[in-house]
């Protein structure tokens, strides 16, 4: 049997790699759904590139149509 002070580096190593992977993963899927937003604006005829990244611009931005 263990002891419990054997498995404390095992329990940080653990949570900082869950940590690392959510983190990761929460990334991507804010990327995923902002582009989404855009995507869904370009469909609809507001810019003229799905690609559009002008967060917090005015309405007369050049980018926009």
Request: hydrophobic letters at 50%; zero cysteines.
């Amino acid at each position: 049997m263990r002891r419990s002070i054997d498995s404390v580096p095992e329990i940080v190593k653990f949570v900082l790699l869950t940590m690392a992977l959510y983190f990761a993963a929460q990334t991507v899927i804010v990327i995923l759904h902002e582009h989404a937003h855009s995507t869904a604006a370009w469909f609809l005829g507001y810019t003229r590139t799905p690609f559009y990244r002008g967060l917090g611009q005015s309405a007369d931005d050049p980018w926009l149509g």
